[in-house]
């Protein structure tokens, strides 16, 4: 069964929203346990995807990705965090940083789950929990592996920041001023693509093997 672009984009809002926002509560969170409260003073420790929601990245590009194929891709507004805060900043960024991406991981296990109950729920309900679960698995292992490359100011850029020798680590993090736009271009260019499918695939078939 094909589905139409308005059954795309509703059995795959539920994924996509919660994916972004869950990942940057992560953040919010992780922060808050190392001693950074700039998250939560401003009201982004929440799962309310209101709070967390960027009208381009969660809504705009998820929804032309879906209609033009290829890789689902979009972002949330991202939670502050003030390392200079933290306890130990160069030895908690890394925890905080990794946060996100665990909680996708933690999250595509879950729609595997879905999608191992949809096989025996009720018809009108199996078709949509599977094409939900689908969606959630793939989003959410595009945002983790996504956000694992060490780019700054992705997640992975930050992990990378906080591994280094400080002087390399200073020198690194000077990259973030430019991180987007080379993110950007490498999307369109199809480099992006070509990077991290074969880890998306790999992470993929892993949890497929091991909780389907």
């Known amino acids: 069964m094909e589905l139409t672009l308005i059954q795309k984009i509703t059995v795959s809002a539920i994924p996509i929203i919660f994916a972004i926002t869950v990942h940057e509560a992560s953040h919010g969170y992780a922060a808050k346990h190392f001693g950074d409260l700039t998250a939560e003073k401003m009201g982004r420790i929440t799962l309310n995807p209101i709070k967390h929601i960027d009208p381009i990245g969660t809504i705009l ?7 033009l194929g290829g890789i689902l891709f979009g972002w949330a507004k991202p939670v502050p965090v003030n390392f200079a805060n933290l306890n130990n ?3 908690d960024m890394l925890w905080v940083a ?3 991406p665990a909680s996708n991981f933690i999250m595509a296990i879950f729609w595997v789950l879905v999608l191992k109950y949809s096989a025996s729920a ?3 309900a199996s078709f949509f929990l599977l094409e939900m679960s689908k969606v959630g698995i793939m989003i959410n292992l595009v945002l983790m ?3 694992l490359l060490p780019l700054p100011p992705l997640d992975g850029g930050r992990i990378a920041v906080s591994l280094l020798p400080m002087d390399l680590a200073m020198k690194f993090s000077q990259i973030e001023r430019y991180g987007f736009i080379i ?3 490498l999307l369109f260019t ?3 693509g070509e990077i991290i499918s074969p880890m998306i695939d790999f992470f993929a078939r892993l949890i497929l093997s091991i909780f389907a």
């Open 190 to 192: 199809g480099i992006l």
């Open 89 to 91: 900043p160069k030895k």
């Open 122 to 124: 009720p018809e009108v």
């Open 183 to 185: 993110l950007i271009a």
């Open 61 to 67: 590009l998820p929804a032309l990705t879906l209609m």
């Open 145 to 147: 592996v996504l956000n």
């Open 98 to 100: 990794a946060a996100g």
